[in-house]
């Protein structure tokens, strides 16, 4: 099991740009594939992005390629989100998940998740 911490979340006008963080200590950072979803009020949670434990692999929900980024440190066992052109829409609350499988857009695939950071995009 690993524990995940973010951070980072805010309020930033449209186009603006944030970097969540995702912190994790437990077991091996690196031996996880780690995914960002987001969910907004009413919604259901929903897929950003993930990264492969060696952090080669990367995918994108077709909302965000192009504007998000995802990396890891795992030297610093972290996960990021570098989120540029934000916009309305993104507003969500944001969380970092970890698995010991291959990256996964479907979240019944993680097994440990953080508590979540809100992330609100407004003038």
């Known amino acids: 099991q690993v524990q995940l911490v973010e951070s980072g979340g805010g309020l930033v006008q449209p186009g603006g740009s944030l970097r969540l963080s995702c912190a994790a200590s437990?077991?091996?950072?690196?031996?996880?594939?780690v995914g960002w979803f987001r969910q907004a009020p009413g919604k259901e949670r929903e897929f950003a992005a993930a990264i492969s434990w060696t952090g080669r692999t990367t995918s994108y929900a077709d909302s965000v390629k192009g504007r998000f980024t995802i990396s890891r440190d795992n030297a610093k066992n972290t996960g990021y989100l570098q989120m540029n052109s934000l916009k309305p829409e993104d507003t969500a609350l944001y969380f970092c998940a970890a698995t010991s499988r291959l990256p996964s857009k479907n979240p019944h695939d993680y097994t440990d998740w953080g508590q979540g950071t809100q992330v609100t995009v407004s003038s």
């Open positions: 437990g077991r091996t950072f690196s031996s996880y594939s």
